[in-house]
């Protein structure tokens, strides 16, 4: 009985801190957004969610900016990406970074597999589920993922904002759009090295740059980058299998 009660107890104490960590979340997006309004103002709560001025903050980039985002994620070793972006991180590239891989995904998958139906005379159907597929699998990971890591971070009281986690794994995928291109060559180990070379440059980019915030979370912060860099890794993978298998 008193084992049930302490394990109860363990369950409520995990809980608890897990709905801390999701509202810590809520209030990092949205607290400071919308203050040069007065109707985002007078909204309070979860309402605040629904107000497109909540948002536009983190849209207000010129494309210089942009561009010089990308640039730093093509430089992986720099490490300097969270430092430039901690005042003013936006949603705006990462938003297009996604849905620019999406449809190059899509146009390129289509493109390699009409090409080999036509050259050897045989009917050529489109497949809408490599659009879904992709679309689910970029949106869902630069979401899911920065959302899981900030939990876990905040469970450790280490210091990090949602916003500026789905800044840095938006930018960090930008280096698979040129991958995709070049994955039209028809050669299956050359297609490897590609996706092996854009992984990991996208997992050093996200590791070093969540590396210096992470060394306060004590002897496990090895563990933390470990699996930051695995799953950036698991993911070019998965694009390979899935996206840069293509028969020419």
Not at 212 to 220: F, K, Q, V
Request: with cysteine.
């Amino acid at each position: 009985m008193f084992l049930y009660s302490y394990v109860v107890i363990d369950y409520f104490v995990i809980a608890t801190r897990v709905v801390y960590c999701f509202y810590l979340c809520y209030v990092d997006t949205f607290s400071k957004s919308g203050s040069g309004s007065d109707e985002p103002q007078r909204q309070s709560g979860w309402f605040q969610a629904f107000s497109l001025a909540s948002y536009k903050p983190y849209f207000d980039v010129d494309t210089i900016d942009v561009l010089d985002r990308i640039k730093d994620s093509l430089c992986p070793f720099s490490g300097t990406f969270n430092e430039k972006t901690a005042s003013h991180p936006d949603l705006y590239g990462p938003f297009w970074i996604c849905t620019t891989l999406i449809f190059v995904a899509a146009s390129i998958g289509t493109f390699v597999t009409y090409i080999a139906h036509k050259l050897k005379d045989q009917e050529w159907n489109y497949d809408i589920n490599l659009v879904t597929w992709s679309a689910g699998l970029f949106y869902g990971y630069v979401t899911v993922v920065p959302l899981c890591l900030y939990v876990i971070l905040k469970y450790f009281s280490v210091p990090s904002g949602f916003v500026q986690l789905l800044c840095l794994y938006g930018y960090s995928l930008f280096v698979f759009i040129p991958a995709l291109c070049m994955s039209v060559v028809p050669l299956e180990i050359f297609r490897w090295v590609v996706a092996g070379v854009a992984g990991f440059m996208s997992a050093t980019f996200v590791a070093l740059n969540l590396r210096a915030h992470i060394m306060s979370a004590g002897e496990r912060w090895v563990l933390i980058v470990a699996g930051i860099f695995l799953l950036q890794l698991a993911l070019a993978v998965a694009l390979k299998v899935y996206l840069f298998t293509v028969t020419v």
